[in-house]
């Protein structure tokens, strides 16, 4: 079996040589484009985990009772992360190589998994007993830890995200 | 001294030449401008969240002015961080960055958008006791709204087009 790395960059050089991505690679205006509705949609999610993630932290003490910030925010995090995850795929497609050598685009999408799962496991833990939330006293243990690694793990997708572009000529 | 002097001034300073990677690690530059990255998509988030909600589309259930209270904070401390980490990043490639289109033209927009504020706080916004609930809020409010949205991603899109262009 061949190392890992050897046949990632054989898929990338695959994607790299098909059609689409030759035909995207010849639209310069793409990828910048594409890379410009990223960093909005990142600004919607980013904004959005920080008025929830620090309202449960309790280090923002105005404002709206968790359940309503759940019920407003987390579709607008998913709404961003489907326009992300569309945007991201035509930026893979037209620099596959770029993506696939450089670990900080795995390690951007492993906290990506990681991070969904936390804020679904949130949401849901929300709706089920909203009063229990909404009230800091009484609200779970568990859900500090949860709201301070979120927001580490948001921190950390974006850092790695812009880093791919710094570092992925070291792993050529 | 000429503006071109004190670019250059800038740009050649041990500050300048360190964040570019003329002198020291190299990774400077890199990671100022991924903490610009976090602080401007923190300013964009939040006063999307505002915006919309001036344009009655989500957030419903909470005033103008109360939810204005909760999330400008984000917007302003946000702001001071991308301030500090736009200016350092400037200094590093000052000349480019000056005569650089997309650059003036963020500005620019960044310029129309603290105007489009100013008019809607001194106008709409002062009597936003008497429609703060109102649904569909009035037209200077969705006006505001609409405009301050469209100029932001307008900011986002140019500031991501700098990098292409220098």
């Excluded at chain 1, 037209?94 to 795995?106: K, L, N």
């Excluded at chain 1, 939330?133 to 830890?145: E, K, L, V, Y």
């Excluded at chain 2, 809020?137 to 991603?153: Q, V």
């Amino acid at each position: 079996m061949q190392p890992a790395h050897i046949v990632v960059r054989h898929w990338a050089d695959w994607i790299s040589a098909s059609p689409l991505s030759q035909w995207l690679q010849d639209q310069l205006w793409i990828v910048p484009t594409s890379q410009s509705i990223h960093l909005v949609m990142i600004g919607v999610v980013f904004g959005c985990a920080l008025v929830l993630n620090l309202r449960i932290l309790g280090i923002s003490t105005s404002g709206r009772p968790v359940s309503t910030l759940v019920r407003t925010l987390v579709p607008w995090i998913y709404f961003a992360m489907v326009v992300l995850l569309i945007t991201g795929v035509i930026q893979t497609i037209t620099e596959p190589v770029r993506q696939f050598i450089t670990p900080a685009f795995w390690w951007k999408m492993f906290m990506i998994v990681v991070v969904l799962f936390a804020t679904q496991w949130l949401a849901r833990s929300v709706r089920k007993d909203p009063e229990k939330w909404d009230n800091g006293s009484t609200r779970p243990r568990t859900a500090a830890i949860v709201a301070l690694v979120s927001l580490a793990l948001w921190i950390g997708i974006i850092y790695c995200g812009r880093f791919i572009a710094y570092t992925w000529e070291l792993h050529l | 001294m000429s503006v071109e002097g004190l670019l250059a001034v800038l740009q050649n300073s041990t500050v300048g030449r360190t964040i570019s990677g003329n002198i020291g690690s190299g990774w400077w530059f890199a990671n100022i401008e991924t903490l610009h990255v976090l602080a401007t998509s923190a300013v964009f988030g939040s006063i999307a969240m505002v915006d919309l909600r001036l344009l009655g589309v989500t957030s419903r259930d909470s005033t103008v002015s109360r939810l204005s209270q909760e999330v400008l904070v984000y917007t302003w401390v946000a702001f001071a961080l991308s301030v500090i980490t736009g200016t350092l990043l400037f200094i590093s490639k000052a000349e480019t960055y000056f005569h650089n289109l997309q650059f003036q033209l963020k500005f620019l927009f960044m310029a129309l958008a603290g105007l489009n504020m100013l008019m809607f706080h001194f106008g709409t916004y002062r009597r936003v006791l008497q429609w703060d609930n109102a649904l569909p809020p009035p037209i200077g409010a969705r006006l505001a709204g609409a405009l301050s949205l469209a100029l932001w991603i307008c900011v986002i899109f140019m500031g991501r087009w700098i990098g292409f262009k220098t």
